[in-house]
C-alpha cells in the first residue's frame, strides 16, 4: 500500500499531465480560432476580387463598390459604432451589388426604357448577392445589408418592400453611400454631379427613401470625391 507522501507525489505528478494536456488545448484551440480567422479572411477576400471584377466590366461603374464600401464604414465609425462592426458594414458595402453576377450583362449597361421582366431581373441582384455569401456563417448581418440595400425608407425599395426602421441599419447607411456615389459618378446616361449639388439630392430624399438621420450624419462626415 502506497505512504501518504507517495499518494501525494502521485497526485503531483497527475496534476502536472492534467494542466500539461489543458495548455496544449489552449494551444489548439488558439491554432484553430487563428485558422479559421485567416479562412475568414480569405473568403471576403475572394469575394471582393470577384466585386472588383464585376465594377470593372463597366467604366461607368469602375471602382464603385470600394468607394461605397469605405463610406459605409467611416459612416458607421461616425456613428459611434466599435471598429469591428463599422468594418463589417464597410465588407457588405464592398459586396452589396456582388449579386449583378447573376444578371445579364445587357441588362446592367442598357440605357433605355426597360420592360417588366428586364427590370424584374435588374432588381434581383440583392437577393442572388445574399445567396453568394449566405454559406459563410460568421457574415450573416452582411447577407442581410446586402438582401436589403435597395430598400426605401418609405416602403418603395425591393425585395421585400421594408419601411423605416424595419430596415436592417446596416444597409441602411450602404444605401445613403450607394446613392451619393451613383449620383457623384459619371454614368451612360449623365455626368457627374458636384458634391454639393449630390449632397443637396441626400437632403431631398431624407424622409423619403433614405434614412433621415443617416444623412444627417453622412453629410456631416462628407466624404471627399
Same mark, same amino acid.
Given at each position: 500500500?502506497?505512504?501518504?507522501?507517495?499518494?501525494?507525489?502521485?497526485?503531483?505528478?497527475?496534476? #502536472?499531465?492534467?494542466?500539461? %494536456? =489543458?495548455?496544449?488545448?489552449?494551444? =489548439?484551440?488558439?491554432?484553430? #480560432? @487563428? !485558422? =479559421?480567422?485567416?479562412?475568414?479572411?480569405?473568403?471576403?477576400?475572394? !469575394?471582393?476580387?470577384?466585386?472588383?471584377?464585376?465594377?470593372?466590366?463597366?467604366?461607368?461603374?469602375?471602382?464603385?463598390?470600394? #468607394?461605397?464600401?469605405?463610406?459605409? $464604414?467611416? *459612416?458607421?465609425?461616425?456613428?459611434?459604432? %466599435?471598429?469591428?462592426?463599422?468594418?463589417?458594414?464597410?465588407?457588405?458595402? $464592398?459586396?452589396?451589388?456582388?449579386?449583378?453576377?447573376?444578371?445579364?450583362?445587357?441588362?446592367?449597361?442598357?440605357?433605355?426604357?426597360? %420592360?417588366?421582366?428586364?427590370?424584374?431581373?435588374?432588381?434581383?441582384?440583392?437577393?442572388?448577392?445574399?445567396?453568394?455569401?449566405?454559406?459563410?456563417?460568421?457574415?450573416?448581418?452582411?447577407?442581410?445589408?446586402?438582401?436589403? @440595400?435597395?430598400?426605401?425608407?418609405?416602403?418603395?425599395?425591393?425585395?421585400?418592400? !421594408? *419601411?423605416?426602421?424595419?430596415?436592417?441599419?446596416?444597409?441602411?447607411?450602404?444605401?445613403?453611400?450607394?446613392?451619393?456615389?451613383?449620383?457623384? %459618378?459619371? #454614368?451612360? =446616361?449623365?455626368?457627374?454631379?458636384?458634391?454639393?449639388?449630390?449632397?443637396?439630392?441626400?437632403? $431631398?430624399?431624407?424622409?423619403? *427613401?433614405?434614412?433621415?438621420?443617416?444623412?444627417?450624419?453622412?453629410?456631416?462626415?462628407?466624404?471627399?470625391?
Amino acid at each position: 500500500m502506497a505512504s501518504p507522501v507517495e499518494r501525494l507525489a502521485d497526485l503531483a505528478a497527475k496534476y #502536472r499531465r492534467l494542466q500539461a %494536456s =489543458y495548455q496544449r488545448s489552449l494551444f =489548439y484551440a488558439r491554432e484553430v #480560432r @487563428h !485558422l =479559421y480567422t485567416r479562412l475568414e479572411r480569405a473568403s471576403l477576400l475572394g !469575394l471582393e476580387g470577384l466585386a472588383d471584377a464585376l465594377d470593372s466590366r463597366d467604366r461607368y461603374t469602375r471602382g464603385h463598390s470600394g #468607394r461605397v464600401g469605405a463610406w459605409a $464604414r467611416q *459612416t458607421a465609425l461616425a456613428l459611434g459604432w %466599435s471598429v469591428d462592426h463599422a468594418d463589417l458594414v464597410g465588407q457588405a458595402g $464592398r459586396l452589396h451589388d456582388i449579386g449583378k453576377i447573376g444578371v445579364p450583362e445587357v441588362l446592367l449597361r442598357k440605357t433605355e426604357a426597360l %420592360s417588366a421582366d428586364e427590370w424584374q431581373a435588374r432588381r434581383g441582384h440583392p437577393e442572388i448577392g445574399a445567396r453568394i455569401v449566405a454559406p459563410f456563417d460568421f457574415f450573416a448581418e452582411g447577407a442581410e445589408i446586402i438582401r436589403h @440595400h435597395h430598400e426605401r425608407w418609405d416602403g418603395s425599395g425591393y425585395p421585400d418592400g !421594408l *419601411t423605416g426602421s424595419r430596415i436592417p441599419v446596416g444597409a441602411r447607411i450602404v444605401a445613403v453611400a450607394d446613392v451619393f456615389d451613383a449620383l457623384t %459618378s459619371d #454614368r451612360s =446616361y449623365r455626368v457627374a454631379l458636384p458634391v454639393e449639388a449630390a449632397v443637396k439630392e441626400l437632403q $431631398r430624399e431624407a424622409g423619403r *427613401t433614405l434614412d433621415p438621420r443617416l444623412v444627417d450624419v453622412f453629410v456631416a462626415d462628407r466624404p471627399s470625391v
